[in-house]
C-alpha cells in the first residue's frame, strides 16, 4: 500500500509512475476518438484533467501525492532553463529591420491582456465581489498568455507570499485558455476559409491524418537532435539534461540566497533560471562549449518539461478554490476571452502586412493557450509554414522575452504591496507608445 504522508523517493517515482500512465492514456484518446482530434486537445491535458477526475483532488482512485503543484514549480524552471540553450544568435538590428510590425503586435498584444484584463478584476469584478484579492483579476492573463508554466510560477511566487490558492486559480484559467484557443480558434479558421481569407488553405476538411492524431507517418519524421559528444564518454542526451537541471538548479540557488538576505523580494526560480541560462549561453558562445550544444536536443527537453508541467500542473487544481470562485471566475473567463479576441482581431489585421489571418491566428493560440497551440492552428491553416509568420514571431520575442520575464516577476511582489494598479497602468501606456511608434514607423495598416 502506497503511503501519502511521508514523502519518500518512492512517493516521486509513483507519481511519475501515473502521470506517465496517463500521458500515455491521453494519447491513445487522442488517437482513437474523433472528437479530441477534432478538437485538437493536446494528450498532456487530458492526463491532467483525468488525474484530476480520479486523483486526491477528486475521486480519489489514483494515489497521486499532494506535491503534484511543486513538481509544477520545478518543471518550469527546467522549461525556463532550457529555453536560452536553444535560442538563436540574432541582433537586435536583424529583429528591428526584418520584424518590426511583429513585434508591436506580439508586445502590444501581451501588454494589453495583462493592463486590460487586470484593471477589469480590480475595478468591475472587485466592486460586485469586494472580499476578492486585488491580483484576482491578472489570473487570467496568467493563464491564457503565460500558460500552465506561469501559472505555476506566478501561484507559486504568491504562495510564497501568502495567498494559496493563486496556483489552482492560474491553473484553472490556464486550462480554460487551452480549451478556448482549440475552440475559437477551429471557428475561426473555418470562417476564414469559408470568406477566402486564408491564403493556403481553401477546405478546413482537407487537413492530413497527422495533425489530426498526432501520430507521424515515416516520411513525414525528422530527426530530434544530434550526437553531440560521444557515448563511450557521456550519452547526448545525459548531456543535455545534465546542462539543463544545473541551469535550473543554479537558479534556485540564487533564488534562495536572495531570500536569505532580502526576505521581502521573493524572486521566483525559473526567472532565476532563465537569467543564468542566457549568461551561460553568452559564455559558451565565447567559447567553443556552444558546438557540443545542440538547439533541437535541448527545444525536445524543454517540450518533454511542459508536457509534464501541464498534466501535472491540471491535475494538482483545488476543485474547492474553484467551487468557492466560480462565479467571478466565470464572469472573469467571460470577460478575458472577448478582451483578448478584440485585442487580437484588431490588431492582427493592422499591424500584418501579408499574411494577416496566418499571423493572428498564430497569435489567438499563443495568447490564450500556448506556443504550441499557436503553432498547432498555424499549421492548419499554414501546413508548410510559407508565411514564414513562426520566423518573425521567433525573432520578435527576442525582445520581448525580458519585459514578460520582468513582469511575470515582479507582477505578485507589487500586488503583494499594493502596487499592483501603477503595473497595470504602466502596462497599458507602454502598450499605447508602441501602437504610437507603428503608427510613425508606417507599421499601422487600415484595412476595409
Not at 137 to 153: K, Q
Not at 191 to 220: M, N, V, Y
Request: glycine share 8%.
Amino acid at each position: 500500500m502506497i503511503d501519502l504522508t511521508q514523502f519518500t523517493p518512492w512517493t516521486l517515482f509513483t507519481d511519475l509512475g501515473f502521470i506517465s500512465i496517463l500521458l500515455l492514456v491521453g494519447k491513445f484518446i487522442r488517437v482513437k476518438v474523433k472528437l479530441i482530434q477534432q478538437l485538437f486537445i493536446p494528450p498532456s491535458l487530458i492526463a491532467g484533467l483525468l488525474g484530476l477526475a480520479f486523483g486526491p483532488n477528486g475521486l480519489g482512485w489514483i494515489p497521486l501525492s499532494n506535491d503534484l503543484g511543486t513538481y509544477a514549480a520545478i518543471l518550469i524552471a527546467l522549461v525556463f532553463g532550457a529555453l536560452p540553450l536553444s535560442s538563436p544568435n540574432v541582433s537586435m538590428k536583424e529583429v528591428a529591420k526584418r520584424v518590426g510590425p511583429m513585434w508591436a503586435y506580439a508586445q502590444v498584444g501581451m501588454l494589453l491582456q495583462w493592463a486590460l484584463v487586470g484593471l477589469f478584476g480590480l475595478y468591475v469584478i472587485k466592486l460586485i465581489w469586494p472580499d476578492l484579492n486585488d491580483a484576482f483579476g491578472i489570473m487570467l492573463p496568467t493563464g491564457f498568455y503565460g500558460g500552465h508554466g506561469t501559472a505555476a510560477a506566478i501561484g507559486s511566487a504568491f504562495e510564497g507570499l501568502g495567498w494559496d490558492e493563486a496556483r489552482s486559480l492560474g491553473m484553472t484559467t490556464a486550462t480554460v485558455g487551452v480549451i478556448c484557443s482549440i475552440i475559437g480558434g477551429l471557428l475561426m479558421v473555418k470562417w476564414a476559409a469559408k470568406h477566402k481569407q486564408t491564403a493556403f488553405i481553401s477546405d478546413f476538411d482537407d487537413l492530413p491524418d497527422e495533425l489530426r492524431s498526432g501520430l507521424l507517418p515515416e516520411d513525414k519524421r525528422d530527426s530530434i537532435g544530434e550526437a553531440t559528444t560521444s557515448s563511450i564518454s557521456i550519452d547526448t542526451l545525459t548531456f543535455h539534461v545534465a546542462l539543463v537541471f544545473v541551469v535550473a538548479f543554479l537558479g534556485y540557488m540564487v533564488s534562495q540566497t536572495v531570500k536569505v538576505y532580502y526576505p521581502v523580494l521573493e524572486l521566483p526560480v525559473f526567472s532565476c533560471a532563465f537569467i543564468i541560462g542566457l549568461v551561460l549561453k553568452k559564455f559558451f558562445d565565447a567559447t567553443t562549449i556552444s558546438r557540443y550544444i545542440c538547439p533541437q536536443t535541448t527545444q525536445r527537453l524543454s517540450s518533454s518539461f511542459t508536457d509534464m508541467l501541464v498534466a501535472c500542473g491540471v491535475a494538482s487544481i483545488k476543485l474547492g478554490v474553484i467551487v468557492k470562485y466560480a462565479l467571478p471566475l466565470i464572469v472573469l473567463i467571460i470577460a478575458g476571452v472577448a478582451i483578448v479576441w478584440c485585442i487580437t482581431f484588431f490588431l492582427g489585421r493592422r499591424l500584418a502586412k501579408t499574411f494577416w489571418f496566418e499571423r493572428m491566428i498564430f497569435a489567438w493560440g499563443w495568447w490564450t493557450g500556448t506556443m504550441a497551440m499557436g503553432i498547432a492552428l498555424l499549421r492548419i491553416v499554414d501546413p508548410k509554414l510559407s508565411s514564414k509568420a513562426m520566423d518573425d514571431y521567433a525573432m520578435a520575442y527576442l525582445p520581448i522575452a525580458p519585459i514578460e520575464i520582468l513582469l511575470i516577476t515582479f507582477v505578485p511582489i507589487l500586488f503583494v504591496n499594493g502596487l499592483g494598479v501603477w503595473l497595470l497602468l504602466a502596462c497599458l501606456v507602454l502598450s499605447l507608445l508602441i501602437l504610437l511608434l507603428a503608427w510613425k514607423m508606417g507599421w499601422w495598416i487600415t484595412r476595409s
